[in-house]
């Protein structure tokens, strides 16, 4: 059974940056794919970025692309969201989450998820 714990998130004000963490349990961790989600006020779980189990592909949001970056760390179980140039409507709760295999943007195919960490942006 996989576990994740996010950590990272924080108040920071518009145009700063944050880098969240997300660290699983299981080993070899190499073989899973890994995304991170958002849910702001009132919203749904959106996606935001994903990086596949080889780390060759990523994907990411409109809404982040050009300022979010993922990035994993196989040798020590950890992936990463770097996030620049924060917005206001960046403000959300993010969740980590990892599938074994293919990469998909799409929540209902990620049955492990972390507890979440909150990002609040003010401007």
């Known amino acids: 059974q996989v576990q994740l714990a996010e950590s990272g998130g924080g108040q920071v004000q518009a145009g700063g940056s944050l880098r969240l963490s997300c660290v699983a349990s299981?080993?070899?961790?190499?073989?899973?794919?890994v995304a991170w989600f958002r849910q702001g006020p009132g919203t749904d779980r959106e996606f935001v970025a994903v990086i596949d189990w080889t780390g060759d592909r990523r994907y990411y949001a409109d809404s982040v692309k050009g300022r979010f970056t993922i990035s994993r760390d196989n040798a020590k179980n950890t992936f990463y969201l770097e996030m620049n140039s924060l917005k206001p409507e960046d403000t959300a709760v993010y969740y980590c989450?990892?599938?074994?295999?293919?990469?998909?943007?799409?929540?209902?195919?990620?049955?492990?998820w972390g507890q979440g960490t909150r990002v609040t942006v003010s401007s």
């Open positions: 299981v080993r070899p961790f190499s073989r899973h794919s």
């Open positions: 989450a990892s599938r074994q295999g293919e990469a998909f943007t799409y929540a209902a195919r990620y049955r492990t």
